[in-house]
């Protein structure tokens, strides 16, 4: 798995910080990691973007960013009114093939969801997967209305023909409401895949030497960790 593209069910998922997890456990493991945001929306040039967040967590990583605007909007129209050029999913392809070329993996982080468009011609994060033959992992929320989302992003990953490695929870509550719990056993069953993490909420604000050290107990071992996903769901559902 030289390359995992890592996509959410929508925005403010988790997304970051689950690709920061996937890449502090993927350190601790020996492996040396490179982290590829294709295009970050909302930031200014002297703010640190997502990439920036997820090395001060997980630790030294290689980081890359094809392109940066100002709006926090989709990439698309993010550029286009910036009057910028747009990044183009080959473009995100080549990038992550060389970083993939000297390091053992390349996390390639998206914006938003599956399907929010990159550029003028609705280039997509799905299309860089493609053009990758990539597995993607799907970062969801935990309560009402994450079914859905998750089930239309798997269906369109299995309409393309790419490999849905699997699904994280991007923020667990601490008190987790009826249908949270009840979400743990039904995610992997709309996703057809199973559920491979749960990131606990407020990770993000964790000293980051104590991020490092418990997140491998957030992801499954198929990510580099130790969470013991039966256990998990034995635990939380009803």
């Not at 559920?195 to 990510?223: I, Y």
Request: charged content about 20%.
């Amino acid at each position: 798995m030289p390359v995992l593209v890592i996509t959410g069910t929508g925005t403010e998922v988790g997304k970051t910080v689950t690709t920061a997890a996937v890449a502090a456990a993927a350190r601790g493991a020996g492996r040396s990691v490179a982290v590829l945001k294709a295009a970050q929306t909302g930031v200014r040039p002297d703010e640190d973007g997502d990439a920036q967040e997820v090395a001060r967590l997980a630790g030294p990583v290689t980081t890359a960013e094809l392109a940066r605007y100002p709006d926090p909007l989709a990439p698309a129209t993010a550029a286009r009114r910036a009057g910028r050029e747009a990044v183009r999913p080959h473009e995100i392809a080549e990038a992550a093939a060389k970083l993939a070329a000297g390091h053992d993996l390349v996390l390639v982080e998206g914006a938003g969801g599956l399907l929010v468009r990159f550029d003028e011609s609705g280039g997509t994060l799905a299309d860089a997967a493609e053009l990758m033959a990539a597995p993607v992992l799907v970062v969801a929320s935990a309560g009402l209305g994450t079914l859905n989302t998750t089930e239309l992003t798997a269906r369109e990953l299995r309409r393309r023909g790419l490999d849905l490695l699997g699904v994280v929870i991007g923020s667990w509550p601490e008190e987790a409401d009826l249908a949270s719990r009840c979400n743990v056993a039904d995610l992997p069953e709309v996703a057809g895949a199973p559920l491979l993490g749960a990131v606990p909420a407020g990770s993000g604000a964790l000293a980051p030497a104590d991020f490092r050290t418990e997140a491998p107990g957030w992801l499954a071992p198929s990510l580099f960790g130790t969470w013991d996903t039966e256990g998990f769901r034995g635990r939380v559902t009803v």
